[in-house]
T-cell receptor, first 110, second 115 residues
Framework: AQRVTQPEKLLSVFKGAPVELKCNYS??????LFWYVQYSRQRLQLLLR??SRESIKGFTADLNKGETSFHLKKPFAQEEDSAMYYCALSDGGGGNKLTFGTGTQLKVEL | GAVVSQHPSRVICKSGTSVKIECRSLDFQATTMFWYRQFPKKSLMLMATSNEGSKATYEQGVEKDKFLINHASLTLSTLTVTSAHPEDSSFYIC???????????FGEGSRLTVL
């Protein structure tokens, strides 16, 4: 069974500080990993996916198959980054059936 | 970007009644939609996969007779909570997958409160 673990429920950083939101997964096959973000009073939206290997809003995430991790990083946090972040895994079967982590609330303080 | 709309956003009903929640893809066609349930401070739990023109595929532990899903068109899927009870109170979220890119777009969610 696939599983996504986000160990931190809340992460509080100061503006300009580096951010790392942790995500670990367990899956026997070749997963596709995603990060979704939910800003206050808004719907869930895709932030980035590992196959794209792109940086969105300054965020990057590298899939580490050895450590089964997909941590989300940003070198300098901005106040507008405050949101709920969900790591998600798809079995890659093309059906896009997602397994979500429990989410991490990022709070960027001035 | 693509928009997915859920209606109603909030609903309060009496125990024993049925409630229907709609999920519409407003500017794209979606052969596949997904229904999730989210408890307070918990993750989104996939309930079922809704496929246009065929029966929904339910996740283990989800009662298909309790949560009826209909996907009659390429832009609309409905979730009906039948004979609702207080334990069904939750936040229900749908997502729709674009047929061309396979990207998922989420609705704003529907909060169900059963009294």
């Amino acid at each position: 069974a696939q599983r996504v673990t986000q160990p931190e429920k809340l992460l509080s950083v100061f503006k300009g500080a580096p951010v790392e939101l942790k995500c670990n997964y367990s899956y026997s096959g070749s997963p596709e990993l995603f990060w979704y973000v939910q800003y206050s009073r808004q719907r869930l939206q895709l932030l980035l996916r590992h196959i794209s290997r792109e940086s969105i809003k300054g965020f990057t995430a590298d899939l580490n198959k050895g450590e089964t991790s997909f941590h989300l990083k940003k070198p300098f946090a901005q106040e507008e980054d405050s949101a709920m972040y969900y790591c998600a895994l798809s079995d890659g079967g093309g059906g896009n059936k997602l397994t979500f982590g429990t989410g991490t609330q990022l709070k960027v303080e001035l | 970007g693509a928009v997915v709309s859920q209606h109603p956003s909030r609903v309060i009903c009496k125990s024993g009644t049925s409630v229907k929640i709609e999920c519409r893809s407003l500017d794209f066609q979606a052969t596949t939609m997904f229904w999730y349930r989210q408890f307070p401070k918990k993750s989104l739990m996939l309930m079922a996969t809704s496929n246009e023109g065929s029966k929904a595929t339910y996740e283990q532990g989800v009662e298909k007779d309790k949560f009826l899903i209909n996907h009659a068109s390429l832009t609309l899927s409905t979730l009906t909570v039948t004979s609702a009870h207080p334990e069904d109170s939750s936040f229900y979220i749908c997502s729709a997958m674009t047929t061309n890119t396979g990207e998922l777009f989420f609705g704003e969610g529907s909060r169900l409160t059963v009294l």
